[in-house]
């Protein structure tokens, strides 16, 4: 996978925008203006960053030792950083809708009813 193919995935989800709130070589992506993926333009090797839940971060940090690592964001959230041309597509698009899938969860149910 390489940029253009997560910055495709990522946009056909619904009610997900893109921004460069950092700078502009940071790609951003918000569902109702919640970040759920980020990654930057010049790293090599490329990396993306998703959100993620703690159990879930442990158990990918230990099968994918040195491809996934993680930490936590400026809002205390935890996030997963992953080389996206190191890991298995199926992987990459199946943390990606877990990284979308958190931060709808957590929409009011106004918001989570308007992506319907």
């Not at 009610?15 to 790293?43: C, H, I, N």
């Amino acid at each position: 996978m390489n940029i253009e193919e997560f910055r495709t995935y990522c946009l056909q989800k619904k009610g997900v925008t893109e921004e460069f709130p950092f700078d502009e070589q940071t790609l951003v992506f918000k569902v109702m203006g919640k970040m759920f993926a980020l990654s930057g333009l010049e790293r090599l090797p490329p990396q993306i960053n998703l959100k993620c839940d703690p159990e879930r971060a442990i158990e990918l940090r230990e099968q994918y030792d040195g491809l996934i690592y993680g930490g936590y964001h400026m809002n205390k959230k935890l996030w997963n950083t992953l080389e996206i041309s190191s890991l298995p597509y199926q992987l990459l698009f199946e943390l990606i809708d877990h990284s979308y899938d958190l931060v709808v969860a957590k929409l009011p149910k106004k918001m989570r009813d308007a992506l319907q």
